[in-house]
């Protein structure tokens, strides 16, 4: 009796020891992010930076595995398994969300952000949330914007300075109208492709150029067959950061809260990563041998004014109040009403450490 006793006592006590233990977070979360793009470039880095700061200020309770590099499939398969559930969140850019969100693609207009703080004042901005928002009637909740950077064209048959170059050639472009459009208003043909397999189709000729940033030119070994790059910056291409709404909706409101506030925090981080490695890339580009050439001002024009055609295509496409309100906006950005989010995005990055001689030894 007295042993029974002692063993009651023993295991009431253990129960009130393990309850004081139970950590804040009582549930257990494991999930999948994944993106296209190569391992250990900028976006990569700032996935796991993600991943590692959500673990952390969840006292372990969210487990985040990066699937960088196309394994979990290219950019439409992702956005479908983010919808499905089969991947919980994802980095994605503006091209395959087409399909599932038309009016995104206000955001590729060419040439319509003149710089990065340009870009990020209408991405952050309300303009920026209400795109976000457009994903929950798809089942996908979108959570901030990262960046991909500028695209630029490269080449296999001559040099792109001019929009007469691009004519009868055979571009690779994302699976978005607009860059179907951007490419066949030039008189080239545009050819729809998935990122991963982007590389070999260069390799192989089938096709002769593309576009891209220079990160992911150069972390894709494009320079293998692609002899000319143009800085041309046609559009300032972001990545986007979703989640599955079921699994949104199913998690508790502080841990919807620090998934939000550590995300705001790595898209500040990562945009300052990419942009300070963007030189480094085309460095080491032009190490390989690729001649870059960037556009003169008179150069420059000479694409704007053929690619004003373009924002015709957008309003059939991504709906004429918004691209309307995109040239209102870069208007009022020309005309100084910004100036103050302008001077506000400089001094901030400047207070903010990215690790770009670590992220570049990614690569040789």
């Known amino acids: ?125 309300e303009q920026g949330k209400k795109l976000l928002a457009l994903l929950d009637r798809k089942g996908i909740h979108g959570v901030v914007f990262l960046e991909n950077g500028w695209r630029n064209f490269t080449s296999s048959k001559r040099p792109i300075n001019s929009p007469a170059d691009i004519k009868g050639q055979k571009i690779r472009v994302m699976e978005s109208p607009m860059y179907m459009g951007l490419i066949s208003t030039m008189g080239g043909s545009p050819t729809p492709m998935a990122y991963p397999e982007l590389p070999n189709a260069l390799l192989q000729k089938v096709i002769d150029g593309q576009e891209n940033p220079s990160v992911n030119i150069y972390s894709a070994k494009m320079y293998e067959s692609q002899p000319w790059m143009t800085q041309d910056q046609h559009t300032y291409n972001v990545m986007i950061m979703k989640v599955n709404k079921r699994v949104w909706k199913s998690l508790p409101a502080n841990i919807q809260k620090i998934i939000e506030d550590t995300a705001a925090e790595v898209s500040a981080f990562q945009r300052k990563l990419n942009r300070e490695c963007d030189d480094d890339f085309i460095a080491k580009l032009k190490s390989k041998g690729m001649k870059v050439h960037v556009l003169t001002a008179a150069e420059r024009n000479v694409f704007e004014k053929a690619l004003l055609p373009m924002y015709d295509k957008g309003r059939s496409v991504a709906g004429t109040a918004w691209v309307n309100d995109a040239v209102k906006f870069r208007k009022e950005w020309d005309a100084g009403k910004y100036k103050s989010q302008e001077h506000k995005y400089i001094a901030d990055f400047k207070k903010i450490n990215v690790p770009v001689k670590e992220t570049m030894a990614n690569f040789k």
């Open 1 to 125: 009796m007295k042993n029974c006793k002692k063993s009651m006592l023993f295991v009431l006590m253990l129960t009130v020891v393990t309850l004081a233990t139970v950590p804040a977070f009582a549930a257990k979360y494991n999930f999948k992010l994944a993106h296209v793009i190569t391992a250990g470039t900028p976006i990569d880095v700032g996935a796991h930076k993600f991943a590692d700061l959500v673990k952390q200020r969840t006292n372990g309770q969210v487990e985040i595995k990066v699937f960088p590099a196309g394994q979990l499939g290219g950019e439409r398969a992702i956005i479908e398994g983010v919808q499905l559930g089969t991947i919980e969140m994802s980095f994605t850019t503006t091209g395959a969300i087409a399909g599932f969100a038309p009016e995104f693609q206000v955001l590729d207009l060419p040439f319509l952000f003149p710089s990065y703080e340009a870009a990020y004042t209408y991405l952050d901005g």
